[in-house]
T-cell receptor
Framework: GQQLNQSPQSMFIQEGEDVSMNCTSSSIFNTWLWYKQDPGEGPVLLIA?????ELTSNGRLTAQFGITRKDSFLNISASIPSDVGIYFC??????????????FGKGTLLTVNP | DAGITQSPRHKVTETGTPVTLRCHQT?????MYWYRQDPGHGLRLIHY???????DKGEVSDGYSVSRSKTEDFLLTLESATSSQTSVYFC??????????????FGPGTRLTVL
């Protein structure tokens, strides 16, 4: 089945630094989604990407849908302590009808040192 | 925030007992999903629904059943809970576009412990 490789697994940075994480796959996707999860809560959607090459921003967050449709990255600029959490990528593939599958990366744990 | 609630939020039960988790949405979305989240495995799809009474299996469906009798409610049942089903369970909803793109929104989760 489809698998996503998300890296890095964890990051420890200083407040104010920029952060970059990415997901790669051997399979193509129609959609790339990025989520953030805080402890004890459900994943919250940050950015959704629907077209190859698409670059989308949400405040200090920027994400891109790779041209090959097999990868995506998420950048966070000028990190702040509340950016702490686990970031997940998810790739979606629709093969017709109700047949749709969303595959998740295993997450990047971000720690921000004030 | 997407209008998704899950109940209960926490549950402790014993091996062999039946357990039902409820997901309720106020968004009138067609698609609903149940995932489990475990360390080292990430989010894995258990079952999903693409309409009232229309459901299908995900990648880890063994030991689970689902039902959807109304658009707003999606129930996950563990017929006879086992310790391997100790996990955090998330419900998600989505409104799929005609082009097939699908953006899923998650509920707050249910932490289930099977002793």
């Amino acid at each position: 089945g489809q698998q996503l490789n998300q890296s890095p697994q964890s990051m420890f940075i200083q407040e104010g630094e920029d952060v970059s994480m990415n997901c790669t796959s051997s399979s193509i996707f129609n959609t790339w989604l990025w989520y953030k999860q805080d402890p004890g809560e459900g994943p919250v959607l940050l950015i959704a990407l629907y077209k190859a090459g698409e670059l989308t921003s949400n405040g200090r967050l920027t994400a891109q849908f790779g041209i090959t449709r097999k990868d995506s990255f998420l950048n966070i600029s000028a990190s702040i302590p509340s950016d702490v959490g686990i970031y997940f990528c998810a790739g979606g593939f629709h093969s017709g009808g109700s047949n749709y599958k969303l595959t998740f990366g295993k997450g990047t744990l971000l720690t921000v040192n004030p | 925030d997407a209008g998704i609630t899950q109940s209960p939020r926490h549950k402790v039960t014993e091996t062999g007992t039946p357990v039902t988790l409820r997901c309720h949405q106020t968004e009138n979305h067609r698609y609903m999903y149940w995932y489990r989240q475990d360390p080292g495995h990430g989010l894995r799809l258990i079952h999903y629904s693409y309409g009232v009474k229309d459901t299908d299996k995900g990648e880890v469906s063994d030991g689970y059943s689902v039902s959807r009798s109304k658009t707003e409610d999606f129930l996950l049942t563990l017929e006879s809970a086992t310790s391997s089903q100790t996990s955090v369970y998330f419900c998600a909803i989505s409104s799929r576009t005609s082009g097939g793109t699908d953006t899923q929104y998650f509920g707050p989760g249910t932490r289930l412990t099977v002793l």
